[in-house]
């Protein structure tokens, strides 16, 4: 008999109250001979400032045991910017080498976007994981005097680009579009330009099917807002990805609706789904956040794991939850969650 | 007597049409007692093509004589990518350290913007124009096997940083809402961030009047579109100024409106000025490119060398001139730049 060991992380602010409908959601879709086990971990600023602890060896031990990993939202005001950041998101995805970041976009009827016209958006975005700025390489020197010197050092190796465009191009071929963009900025970051431009073409050749562009990450702003319609599947770099995703999701719905995978495409260790969206402490505790995001993170939880019967079930759900929200009263985080369960139970 | 002396580069593409008109316009809008000498450089994908130079020291030593440049657009699909623009564009920026790069945004009456509900927008960026990722530091290591790893590194100095956030809060200062933010990525790119972050609370409170906002690259992005009214003015660093501007005009009236201006404040340099659009080789000899953005940046470029009348004439030129575009006829190069003469100088 089948089963899913889950590893849940609410984390902080409405991290809490959407993980509790993705969980109630992704119960009400599994059939009966799914053993759904999830054991909760307690990570995020309450546990920081008991311990000072953000993650641990053992804590990664932990999180290793499971099939996956689902994550509300991690962040507070009251932990200075980076900590948890680099301590817990940043840590997580390095450890487990979550190369694949996945970010679908998708305006689905019915959706409000700040975009005139309502054009048609479809497209997803692989955005590398573990490399490019991300890396927290650089450092400080004279700090706080009038003679600083700070650096950023953005590391691309062959390796961790060349495994990043398979997957795109992969996923690109999967499609009915096939076409796939990179996004970099090869014009000036001429070094990891250069190795961006020449791995992306050397695996172009190897899927004739697949049209190919590239467009600095500058021009994609502009196009993302004027032509979102040309993009299918986009590969691009982790800073330039984290940049375009947050439009991406903005002209798409907004993050109240975008979800996203950080995937270890081996399996070697879980991979680990989250809402694009923070933490929202302004509007935690009052059932006010809109766990959609949440649920669709569960969906591409669930065709990861290889249920792509349940996870196209999410999908339809809260296509048809949208649909119908129209000029209706806004509903409590619990309430969208029960509807979608009623939906994907239907 | 008063005297422009100006440099002018046309460059490649629609920048030999839009530049005339730039001129043009100028001529129109300056008293008679302002004598106007102007000397013509032939920089961009030509000459690249004939002699294998992209910008001299020789070059610089004549550039420099000037008091003020006019660049129409560099950049030709016959040039490998980040020839031009390392070899001439950034070369440019750097020799002169045009450490402030002005792009203002305004959405004027009448004009076209991909956002719904027809927002207000009118804020400018400042652009650091000197560091970041922008300095070529960085390389390239066992190129072309598998085995490579291109590094770019972002150097950020106290002395760049604050010279730049000092620029932003004086030019907040003098505007109505005197509203300063600041975009980063301080929760990843924590050294820089650090350095950005405590440069900007320390300006801050030499201006009590000016409010202050923070916020990340990737949610600015969202802003932009959601929100644009909420910014005044926004420091920033070159890549996420680079990022930023493109949408910023994409919304607020596409590249054919958006005007920047390439600033050395201190005057031991020339300032550059030219529109944020490209060569745009498809349209190139047509007269089918629009004026507007260089002609903007005319306006810039008086404003820089004190002919406020003369830059606000502009202005307002334009803004009638949009406004009254509607569902007419479109208009050449050339008759845009007519029209905005006669306005001028009327
Ligand atoms: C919170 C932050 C570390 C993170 C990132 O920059 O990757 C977030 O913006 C995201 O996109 O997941
Ligand atoms: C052409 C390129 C070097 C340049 C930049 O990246 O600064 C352009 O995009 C700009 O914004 O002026």
Same mark, same amino acid.
């Given at each position: ?61 932990? &999180? ?9 939202? #991690? ?8 900590? &948890?950041?680099?301590?817990?998101? &940043? ?29 048609? @958006? ?18 400080? #020197? ?12 953005s ?21 009915? *579009? ?6 970099h900025k090869n014009n000036v970051l001429t070094f990891a330009g250069h190795?961006w431009t ?18 600095h990450v500058d021009a ?17 770099d982790?800073l330039f ?41 302004? #509007? ?18 669930? *065709? ?9 079930? @999410? ?27 009623? *939906?994907?139970?239907?």
């Amino acid at each position: 008999s089948r089963s899913i060991n889950l590893a849940v992380i609410p984390g902080d602010g409405i991290g809490q109250e959407v993980v509790a409908e993705g969980l109630k959601v992704l119960s009400a879709v599994l059939p009966q001979d799914v053993k759904l086990e999830t054991k909760e971990y307690d990570f995020g600023a309450k546990r920081y400032h008991a311990t000072g602890e953000t993650l641990t060896d053992a804590d990664l031990a932990g &999180l290793k045991q499971h099939d996956a990993i689902l994550l509300g939202a #991690i962040g507070d005001p009251s932990v200075p910017s980076g900590v &948890l950041e680099r301590g817990f998101l &940043l840590k997580l995805r390095f450890a487990f080498d979550h190369h694949v970041n996945l970010r679908p976009s998708k305006l689905l009827p019915g959706v409000a976007t700040p975009l005139a016209g309502q054009p048609e @958006i479809d497209f997803v975005v692989v955005r590398e994981g573990t490399e490019g700025p991300y890396t927290g390489n650089g450092g400080t #020197i004279r700090k706080g005097t009038e003679h600083e010197v700070a650096t950023e050092v953005s590391v691309n190796t062959a390796f961790g680009v060349e495994r990043v465009v398979r997957d795109a191009f992969a996923r690109a071929q999967a499609r009915p *579009r096939k076409k796939l963009t990179l996004v970099h900025k090869n014009n000036v970051l001429t070094f990891a330009g250069h190795l961006w431009t020449n791995v992306f073409n050397k695996v172009a050749a190897e899927y004739p099917e697949v049209e190919t562009d590239y467009i600095h990450v500058d021009a994609a702003t502009i196009y993302l807002v004027t032509q979102p319609e040309r993009f299918d599947v986009i590969v691009t770099d982790n800073l330039f990805g984290d940049i375009i995703t947050d439009l991406a999701a903005a002209v798409s719905g907004g993050i109240g609706v975008a979800a996203s995978g950080n995937i270890n495409p081996s399996g070697e260790f879980p991979s680990m789904f989250e809402p694009v969206h923070g933490s929202a402490p302004d #509007i935690a505790g009052q059932g006010k956040a809109d766990p959609t995001a949440t649920v669709l993170s569960v969906s591409l939880l669930l *065709r990861h794991l290889g249920y792509d019967t349940e996870a196209a079930r @999410i999908e339809d759900a809260v296509s048809a939850d949208l649909a119908e929200r129209g000029d209706k009263p806004a509903r409590s985080t619990s309430e969208i969650g029960d509807a979608l369960s009623v *939906r994907v139970a239907g």
